[in-house]
């Protein structure tokens, strides 16, 4: 009787018949199939963590207060928020400084004004895409960012994982961010300068992550005066503009991975807002008004300001580059605008 | 000052590791044509601004605050960021 491996050599140097194709089939099947679970098993785990992240964010419900601080400036908000009957509902209340609130239903937020304090929420309230507009996107981080699970911690009395975002080049600042193990919610984050410089720090002071939160912890307590909004940020499921509007000038350069992501509103010109998907820095180009702002960097933490001028057709425009990105990341996006002929918004401004 | 005294408890707390990344690492990332790499930015001091200057500079930091909802500045660090925006140079 032939040995089985005396066959399988054989048929090895026979050429393929059509007899041969399936056995050729399932080996390859096989060979693929370990392929994936070892590629399965050498996943990173970090990447796995910052796939729920997104979701974790809107979907989880909680309340508790956070403290924010950058460039000395320290802030603290209490926030309840729930995912309830398909959307989002917050409730976020001034800690310091007033006594304002904001509730959000869906697309729907109501702000009532401090009637002191330094904050005017009335500015405050976003009226841009919200967060889970994007959250279907997967931006490959990977690819600007490398990172890495780099221990547990304690937050808020909860157990989280550290995963450390480390940017791959200079263009970009890293992070680190803490979620919490069982929902992978965000609980603190840092920006940091390569050599271990915090620039912002975000943390959750108290929290409670539960579904049982009453009604009535998304309803406004304090008096004075309301206003109210409605978000104007894309319907869910409508795609982001492929490339930025720009209109009578463009942007030379800017650091790989960063696509458009947003149109600030500028009533005095033109912004686009580009995101690598962790950060984001905006452009606007304006004609120059009559304050005469300073050319140079200015930080506030890790939120960097660049301004400069440029002169075209006869009129002068002040270039001002505003994200969380290195000082120099701001100069070289703002060096590399050029503007061709005069924005069309910008006619009418004196 | 607390302040002071908070980013030092940070700082020390995050294990932040060096990332000595060059632009021409893993990943390519062009320089972009005629910027001179010794170019130096000019730093421009907060303190130094008027209230008319501060005025814009606070508006260009909201609206860049308010439409910075990707990543993970999503969510409460989203709001925080608006409202350090516009608490900004009071």
Redesign the interface.
């Known amino acids: 009787m032939m040995p089985a491996g005396t066959g399988v050599r054989r048929q090895g140097f026979t050429p393929l018949g059509l007899r041969g194709i399936p056995k050729l089939l399932v080996i390859i099947a096989l060979l693929v199939t370990v392929a994936e679970t070892a590629f399965a098993e050498e996943k990173n785990p970090a990447a796995e963590w910052l796939e729920q ?2 979701t974790a ?2 979907m989880t419900s909680y309340k508790g207060v ?1 403290v ?8 603290s ?1 209490r ?1 309840a ?1 729930r995912y309830h009957n398909g959307e989002i509902q917050e409730r ?1 209340v ?1 800690q310091d ?1 007033g006594s304002g609130e ?1 509730v959000r239903k869906g697309m729907n937020v109501v702000c009532v004004l401090p009637e002191q304090g ?4 009335d ?2 309230i ?6 889970e ?3 279907s996107r997967l ?1 490959p981080l990977s ?2 960012y490398k990172s890495d699970l ?2 547990e911690d304690r937050v808020a009395g909860y157990d989280t994982v550290i995963i ?1 975002l ?6 970009r600042y ?4 803490w979620l919490e193990k069982s929902t992978g919610l ?1 609980v603190k ?2 920006v ?1 300068e ?5 620039l912002e ?2 943390q ?1 002071t108290n929290l409670e992550i539960t579904d049982d939160i009453p009604d009535s912890e998304f309803e406004i307590h304090s008096e004075g005066r309301e206003i109210t909004h409605q978000l104007d940020g894309p319907k869910k499921g409508e795609a982001l503009p492929s490339s930025p509007a720009m209109n009578g000038w463009n942007l ?2 800017h ?3 960063f696509v458009p ?6 009533d005095k010109g033109q ?1 686009v ?1 580009f ?8 452009v ?1 180009v304006e004609p120059e ?1 009559s ?10 933490g890790a ?1 960097t ?3 400069r001028q440029l002169e075209a057709d006869g009129v002068r425009f002040l270039i ?1 580059v ?3 990105v290195p ?2 990341t701001a ?2 996006v703002a ?2 605008v050029h503007v061709n002929k005069m924005p069309e918004s910008a006619a009418g401004s004196p | 000052m607390a ?1 002071g005294a ?2 030092i408890g ?2 020390a707390g ?10 021409a ?8 044509a005629g ?1 001179p790499e010794t ?1 130096t ?6 303190q ?2 008027d209230k ?2 501060w ?3 606070n508006r ?5 605050a ?23 140079g ?1």
């Open positions: 992240l997104g964010i809107n956070f924010y601080a950058r460039g000395g400036r320290v802030h908000m926030i928020h976020l001034l400084g904001i330094r904050v005017k929420l500015q405050v976003p009226s841009g895409p919200f967060a507009a994007y959250t931006m690819r600007w780099v221990g450390a480390a940017a791959r080049d200079a263009y890293s992070h680190r961010l965000l984050s840092n940091g390569p050599g271990g410089k915090v720090h975000f959750f030379g350069w650091p790989q991975g992501a947003a149109t600030p509103k500028s912004a807002a995101s690598d998907g962790l950060a984001a820095f905006s606007f008004q304050v005469r702002m300073p050319v140079g960097v200015s930080r506030i939120t300001i660049y301004m001002t505003v994200g969380e000082p120099e100069r070289l060096e590399s | 302040v908070l980013f940070f700082g995050a294990g932040w590791e060096y990332i000595g990344v060059v632009p690492s893993s990943v390519a990332v062009s320089e972009p910027v170019d930015t000019h730093e421009v001091a907060l130094g601004l008319e200057q005025g814009y500079m260009y930091l909201l609206e860049h308010q439409h910075n909802s990707v990543g993970a500045g999503q969510g409460s660090v989203g709001y925080a960021r608006l409202v350090s925006a516009n608490d900004s009071h």
